[in-house]
């Protein structure tokens, strides 16, 4: 079936750091795949996403390139701020007559001063 | 846009209680999600809805949960008989069918503890 995998947390860092969270996934067809972040207390917010193989998404200086060959949906940034510091869930909707999304167990960021 | 909104946010109740938790999604979304999340794991589906039509359910969803969309706006989910391990946040996402592009925007959540 499919699933997806993260690395497990927690991972710390000091601000303006390099951060690679990595996410692997096997899903049957061409699925779609989110990178999406829960601050404390909070729901989730979506980060990015990238619906075919090769893209790239972006935002607020996070990227993916979704890895067909790897099976793989990698989060970097190039230098972290404490205001980064939450948890960080990859995930993948396989498409067809389903559309839920399936996730990984979270990755916990913490970024120190 | 004012997002997908949940009420309530917390909820405490005794073993054995029904619970009843509502989500407003956003306005023009015709998709419906509702998703269960334990501490330190990641969310797992419930049930989905599109339009009022409940299309899918997970078997998570045991006879005790319930949920429905009448008017295809908002959404309750029910559970009755509360049991401890029913203590988990439960999560509602909206999204706008659109194939490949579709996105599913999350509510707050709400918490629920069951004693």
């Known amino acids: 079936g499919n699933s997806v995998t993260q690395m497990e947390g927690p991972v710390t860092l000091s601000e303006e750091a390099f951060l690679t969270i990595n996410c692997t996934y096997t899903a049957t067809g061409y699925p779609s795949l989110f990178w999406y972040v829960q601050y404390p207390g909070e729901g989730l917010q979506l980060l990015l996403k990238?619906?075919?193989?090769?893209d790239k998404g972006s935002n607020k200086g996070f990227e993916a390139t979704y890895r067909k060959e790897t099976t793989s949906f990698h989060l970097e940034k190039g230098s972290v701020q404490v205001s980064d510091s939450a948890v960080y869930f990859c995930?993948?909707?396989?498409?067809?007559?389903?559309?839920?999304?399936?996730f990984g167990t979270g990755t916990l960021l913490a970024v120190q001063p | 846009d004012t997002g997908v909104s949940q009420d309530p946010r917390h909820k405490i109740t005794k073993r054995g209680q029904n619970v009843t938790f509502r989500c407003d999604p956003i306005?023009?979304?015709?998709?419906l999600y509702w998703y269960r999340q334990t501490l330190g794991q990641g969310p797992e589906f419930l049930t989905y809805?599109?339009?009022?039509?409940?299309?899918?359910k997970s078997r998570l969803l045991s006879d005790r949960f319930s949920a429905e969309r009448p008017k295809g706006s908002f959404s309750t989910l029910e559970i009755q008989r509360t049991e401890q391990g029913d203590s988990a946040m439960y999560l509602c996402?909206?999204?706008?069918?659109?194939?490949?592009?579709?996105?599913?925007?999350f509510g707050p959540g709400t918490r629920l503890l069951v004693l």
């Open positions: 995930a993948l909707r396989s498409g067809g007559a389903t559309n839920k999304l399936i």
């Open positions: 306005s023009e979304h015709n998709r």
């Open positions: 990238a619906t075919k193989a090769d």
């Open positions: 996402a909206s999204s706008l069918s659109g194939g490949g592009r579709e996105t599913q925007y």
């Open positions: 809805f599109q339009n009022e039509a409940q299309l899918e």
